[in-house]
């Protein structure tokens, strides 16, 4: 393959080996922090339910747990970005280290709900966010958990939507995702999900984002820094690329 090789001043000062001592750095002392996002509204919608039985999951697994409250968020490009609930979506997504997002399924797609919390967070940078290559996104780096909820049989068209967006976003989208068939038919009257094949997933899915989470917080700054981003980086401070 040599005649394949990369001389190492074609790539210039940006490129870099990968760092083990970053990528195996002592994590941080603190629980990890998920970020919760559902997709309807209504304190009886099936997505906020499946999400406040995730958060009660994940607390249980040892994580810190907030949800954001989606009434009350305007639509993308309708208001300026200092609107409250935008700050405080994004200040959440800043402070996050994993994230889970539910949306019902409607006609094939996520919910205007879901998708307008998405579209909020990678627009202008909150001002306290450190601008190190990685850490200036409010979503990269982070791990991601999908889960839908479905009226009839099972789908999975909102889940595979939302995995686009997330990976798309920098965001470390892990294996495993679920659907929650007839919804109408997991919960009882005071919300919770019944015992069932169902909530086995759910539990399985959380599992899985905690074991995610515990593995990547401490290295996503190592993870999502790019030779591209250095480049670009570098050029704009030489005289050159002024």
Known sequence: MAEHSVPGQALGEAFRMPDTQALFAPPPPHPPRILLLYGSAGSRAYSRLLTLEAGALLETLGAEVRIFEPLGLPPPDDTAADHPKVAELRSLSAWSEGQVWCSPESNGAITTILKAQV??????????????????????GRTLALMQISGGTRSFNA???MRILG???GMIAIPSQYSVAEAYNAFDEEGHMKPSSSYDRVVDLMEELMKFTLLTRGASACLTDHFS????????KSPAGR
């Open 159 to 161: 889940v595979d939507q």
């Open 229 to 236: 981003a250095r480049k670009d980086a570098l050029t704009k």
């Open 119 to 140: 579209d909020w967070l990678p627009l202008p940078l909150l001002p306290a966010l450190p601008l190190a290559t990685g850490a200036a996104q409010l979503t990269q």
């Open 167 to 169: 990976q798309r976003m």
